[in-house]
C-alpha cells in the first residue's frame, strides 16, 4: 500500500513539473494585452472569445483558459482583452471582451 501512494504522488509531482513548463500562451496570445474597460473605449470591438480548459479545479487549468482566449483573440485580429468573467470547477472557462486599438487610441 505504501508503495502505491508513493508512486502516485511521485507520478503526479512529475506531471505537474513537466505541465509548469509546457503551459504559455500560443505566440498569438502573447501579442494580447488585458485592458480595463477605459483603455479601450476609443479601440474597435471584435467580439466576444471564450477559452476553456480540461484540467478541472486547478489555478493551471485558469490559467489555460486564459491563454486559449487570448489565441481566439490573436486569431480573429485583436489587440486587447477585457476579462468579463473566469469560473473554476470542472472545465474552467475565460471569458473576455476583444478589442483592436492602433497605437493612438491607447
Known amino acids: 500500500m505504501k508503495k502505491k501512494v508513493m508512486g502516485f504522488f511521485s507520478g503526479l509531482l512529475i506531471m505537474l513539473c513537466i505541465s509548469n513548463c509546457a503551459f504559455e500562451p500560443s505566440y498569438r496570445g502573447q501579442k494580447i494585452h488585458p485592458a480595463y474597460p477605459e483603455m479601450v473605449k476609443n479601440c ?35 489587440t486587447h482583452v477585457v476579462w468579463e468573467a473566469m469560473t473554476s470547477g470542472v472545465h474552467p472557462t475565460a471569458y473576455g471582451r476583444a478589442y483592436r486599438c492602433d497605437n493612438k487610441s491607447i
Open 44 to 78: 474597435t470591438f471584435i467580439g466576444e472569445v471564450i477559452g476553456t480548459s480540461h484540467l478541472s479545479y486547478t489555478p493551471l487549468g485558469r490559467q489555460y483558459a486564459k491563454y486559449r482566449a487570448m489565441d481566439e483573440a490573436g486569431r480573429i485580429g485583436a
